[in-house]
Nanobody, 125 residues
Framework: VQLQASGGGLAQPGGSLRLSCSASGVTLDYYTVAWFRQAPGKEREGVSC????????WSADYVKGRFTMSRDNAKSTVYLQMNNLKPEDTGVYYCAAAPPSAYGCFVERSGFSSWGQGTLVTVSS
């Protein structure tokens, strides 16, 4: 699966951005998809995921209530709506898709076989 992440940019604290993850040649609704982020000098961490089966989603505590993940199956696109952004949200955001056999929603990096190229989010005044 080839994934394309987009939508990053510069936002002020308290602002919003919407990231998109699109796939070419496949329908993303058949895959569990997750967003990860990597801040400079830090490990890549899971942010949010959405299940292929029931569309249920999960978000890490550090973004819960601010970030929302959703799907548009007609466009084969997954979104990450990021509201009330904080400077600590700065980093490169990656979307990833798990193999079709994967079940449920998770953010274990080893469980994802396809990765987008990343999109930079900078939160600064």
């Amino acid at each position: 699966v080839q994934l394309q992440a987009s939508g990053g940019g510069l936002a002020q604290p308290g602002g919003s951005l919407r990231l998109s993850c699109s796939a070419s040649g496949v329908t993303l609704d058949y895959y569990t998809v997750a967003w990860f982020r990597q801040a400079p000098g830090k490990e890549r961490e899971g942010v949010s995921c959405i299940s292929r089966y029931d569309g249920s989603s999960w978000s890490a505590d550090y973004v819960k209530g601010r970030f929302t993940m959703s799907r548009d199956n007609a466009k084969s696109t997954v979104y990450l709506q990021m509201n009330n952004l904080k400077p600590e949200d700065t980093g490169v955001y990656y979307c990833a898709a798990a193999p079709p056999s994967a079940y449920g929603c998770f953010v274990e990096r080893s469980g994802f076989s396809s990765w987008g190229q990343g999109t930079l989010v900078t939160v600064s005044s």
